[in-house]
């Protein structure tokens, strides 16, 4: 059995998976992605927490095929550096690559998380059988992988699929992180959701309560969800009409409501896709949702892209 290293970077937490070439997870752990030190720091943590890991598994460094790193945009890969991802401020223009070549000799890959969830999603999961596709994550943002013809689509430096970043309603109220107004994901994310119905109840609440609320009957809470639901739509007839898939597969916490959600997108692309075939475009759940980052980052070295 051959292994890859995963490596998956975010705001709060850094993944790390000893993955098999059939996908399996061998092992795993955790860092908390600390910001109050330096990201060399950070991966010195990494380094340390993934030579323990070797240890307990029996397995040697040079017996690695390499190591895959997903991260959140904006990204350069072909510099190996994480650019300027918002909720990583810390991290701007850290050449992360060659920092970890500090620690390690296999080769090493860094590509957009979202990006190298799709690429799990193909190796493993829900577009197995597709061609074209678009995964999409809905949870802190919004983000995705694009596969066309048969590869990976990810662009000059490794950030097509910045999708959150489309403007589906300008006239809502509020600037977005990346200073436009009304971007899929300032109106349509978790986050999105959770602060327009802590707004609207006074107090704090998560996406997750929002949802439970609207299911339970409250009206106001369910006239918000409806809205989050058709934005999701909009932003999903966007990539249709613009990438033409064969299927919109969608991941990431504010997915996990279900049908309601699936059920909405499904409708307003059936009535909104300029393309009579795109109307009809399958959109399905992530099947990778656990370990879905960790998979993704081995898959980068796993399957040739």
């Not at 701007?92 to 860094?110: A, C, G, N, Q, Y």
């Not at 074209?132 to 590869?151: D, K, Q």
């Not at 980052?297 to 399957?303: D, K, Q, S, T, V």
Request: net charge negative; aromatic share 6%.
């Amino acid at each position: 059995m051959k292994f890859a290293l995963g490596i998956d970077i975010g705001g709060t937490k850094t993944a790390i998976g000893l993955i098999s070439d059939t996908g399996q997870v061998q092992a795993k752990l955790s860092l908390p992605t600390d910001q109050a030190v330096s990201p060399e720091v950070m991966v010195d943590r990494i380094a340390e927490a993934v030579f323990g890991m070797l240890g307990e598994q029996n397995v040697k460094e040079t017996e690695l095929l390499g190591i895959g790193v997903g991260a959140p945009g904006p990204l350069n890969t072909k510099e190996g550096k994480i650019a300027e991802p918002p909720n990583l401020p810390s991290w701007w223009d850290f050449p992360v690559v060659s920092s970890l070549e500090r620690h390690f000799t296999v080769p090493i890959k860094l590509e957009n998380d979202a990006t190298a969830a799709a690429l799990a999603e193909k190796w493993l999961g829900a577009a197995q059988d597709a061609e074209h596709f678009v995964f999409i994550t809905i949870s802190t943002g919004i983000g995705a992988g694009i596969y066309s013809h048969g590869r990976l689509i990810t662009g000059a430096t490794g950030n097509a699929g910045d999708v959150g970043h489309f403007v589906v309603d300008p006239s809502a109220e509020g600037t977005c992180v990346c200073g436009q107004q009304g971007c899929w994901e300032y109106v349509a994310s978790g986050t999105a959701i959770a602060r327009q119905a802590s707004a609207l109840l006074g107090r704090e609440v998560s996406s997750k309560q929002a949802f439970d609320l609207a299911a339970a009957g409250d009206a106001p809470m369910n006239e918000l969800v409806q809205r989050a639901f058709k934005n999701i739509g909009i932003g999903c007839v966007t990539l249709i009409n613009t990438l033409d898939p064969e299927k919109l597969i969608i991941g990431g916490g504010v997915s996990q409501v279900g049908a309601p959600l699936f059920d909405a997108v499904r409708n307003y692309v059936s009535q909104y896709a300029l393309n009579p075939s795109g109307r009809k475009t399958p959109i399905v759940p992530a099947a990778l949702q656990q370990d879905a980052g960790l998979i993704g980052a081995a898959a980068l070295i796993h399957i040739n892209y």
